[in-house]
C-alpha cells in the first residue's frame, strides 16, 4: 500500500481527501469560516400551546437567520433550490398525500445538504446545512411541517431578497 501511496503522490494527490469537487469530511465544518452555533437554544420551536404558528418564527428569528446567511455569502439559487424541494412537498400534502409518505422526501434535504455542503466549489454555507438539519430534525406530523417550518422558511426566503 505505501507503493501506491508514493505513486499517487508522485502524480499529484497529496493526502486522503479527494482533488476537485468533494474536499471536506462529509459532516464536518468548513476548514475555515464562522461554525459558531447561529440558533438560539431550544431552536426550532414552532407551534404555541394552541398549535398555532409563532409569530416571532416568521419574523424576528426568520430575519436573524436570513441575516445570517447573507453574511455567509449563501447564494440565491441555493436557498431556493432546498426550498422549491420543500414546497413541492407541500403541495403533495395539500393534494392528498399522507404526511408518512412525504417524510422521507422532507428528509432528503439532510442528505442533500451533507453533499452540497462538502463541495469545495459553490459549497453551501455552514449555517445553512445546521438550518436544515435541525429543522429537518424538528419535524414530527403534519403540523409541524405545515405550519410550522414551511413558514418559517418562506419567511426565511422573504428576508433573503438582497442574496444575488
Known sequence: MPDM???MERVGFKGSGPEGGRGREPGGPPPSGRTENPFPPGYPQYLTSDGHTRVELVTAEAEKVAARFESDKLKRNQLRSFYDHAKRQLQRLKYGAPFAE???EIARLKAFAADRSAR?????????RQFIDRNVDALKDEASFSK??????EAVVAYCARIA
Open 5 to 7: 501511496k508514493n505513486a
Open 102 to 104: 412525504i417524510h422521507p
Open 120 to 128: 469545495t466549489d459553490s459549497a453551501l454555507p455552514w449555517s445553512f
Open 148 to 153: 410550522g417550518f414551511m413558514p418559517h422558511f
